[in-house]
């Protein structure tokens, strides 16, 4: 089938009137199309880099816009910040362009490359921003941003954040070496933080959920993860026999969090077969019976979906001599 003029909104090859108008409200704004990076046949936009001075001890950024058009009623800007390996995005997807460049815009560079007293932290943002928003909200559907992604280097290690379909984030550790960590590494930091898991010997798994209503999800998230960066410049400079003494009781407390599905699981069984044998039998209770039935089945679906089962060893002192490299290795 043949792409749909550009002229009608559909998607398809982009023609040089087409293009004008899209560009229009950019231009405005000192962009300049990048004509030779561009793919007007899929109706793709991309603007000159702009350069960014160092400010605030954040290094030059590199700056570029790009406007796609997955669908004739969609369009997606894309800004990407580089500086020095690092990178960072910040998207949004509506149906005004020039809506869409105002939900960038307002998102401050320095949101995205942020400077924390241990280490540069970079992180990625989406938003949406359609004609049926409400007057006033900067983002449209959605009045905020949601925060889709970050990392770190802190030492020998990289920390990776990034977007699920829910509203948790999957958190990742690695290095190039064999990593010695323990499970609740992160979850002594709060009831958020999910038990890490080895995925192999030079990385680590694990989530973050986050409290509180979806406006204010991101602005949690970057401090649960700001937390995390210094927590681990932290860790990494001490011996891990003294992770023990400094986070006794927040590794007692991760411990108990890590049985309450297992304990929540027994006890609704064990409630379950109380009722069965000694409610009396008539045919309301009969009825509560059956209502209960579905909710143990929910309770059971929940548990081994979102929680792990499991009975954790009582946590003690660590006995590896370093959280990086095998003992053979070089110091790290």
């Not at 669908?71 to 500086?83: G, M, S, T, Y």
Request: hydrophobic share 40%; glycine share 8%; proline share 8%.
């Amino acid at each position: 089938m043949a792409p749909s003029p550009p002229g009608s909104g559909g998607p398809g090859t982009l023609t040089q009137h087409a293009l004008l108008e899209l560009v229009a409200p950019f231009s405005k704004r000192g962009y300049r199309v990048d004509l030779p990076a561009c793919d007007r046949k899929r109706g793709t936009i991309v603007f000159r880099a702009q350069e960014l001075p160092a400010k605030d001890g954040l290094p030059e950024l590199m700056s570029v816009l790009r406007l796609e058009r997955p669908h004739r009623l969609k369009f997606k800007l894309v800004r990407v910040l580089e500086a020095d390996g690092r990178r960072a995005t910040m998207t949004a997807v509506g149906d005004e362009p020039q809506a869409l460049l105002d939900a960038v815009e307002s998102m401050p560079v320095a949101r995205q490359f942020h400077l924390t007293e241990a280490g540069l932290v970079t992180r990625s943002y989406y938003a949406e921003r359609w004609r049926a928003g409400t007057p006033g909200r900067p983002f449209g559907g959605p009045a905020w941003p949601r925060l889709t992604g970050a990392q770190a280097h802190v030492g020998p290690l990289g920390l990776v954040a990034s977007d699920t379909e829910g509203r948790d984030l999957n958190i990742e550790l690695h290095a190039e070496r064999a990593l010695h960590l323990t499970a609740d590494f992160f979850s002594v930091l709060g009831w958020g933080w999910r038990p890490l898991r080895p995925d192999h010997p030079g990385r680590w798994k694990g989530t973050l959920r986050p409290s509180g209503r979806a406006k204010e999800r991101a602005a949690r998230l970057e401090g649960e993860l700001d937390r995390a960066v210094k927590h681990l410049a932290d860790t990494l400079a001490t011996a891990p026999a003294d992770f023990h003494r400094t986070h006794r009781r927040a590794r007692w407390r991760a411990a108990m969090q890590r049985v309450l599905p297992l304990l929540t699981l027994l006890f609704t069984f064990v409630a379950f077969i109380a009722a069965v044998r000694w409610v009396p039998k008539t045919p309301a209770m009969h009825m509560v019976m059956q209502l209960a039935s579905f909710v143990a089945i929910g309770v059971v679906y929940m548990s081994m979906r979102h929680y792990r089962l499991e009975l954790p060893a009582p946590p003690g002192p660590l006995r590896q001599a370093r959280w990086v490299g095998r003992d053979g290795d070089d110091h790290v």
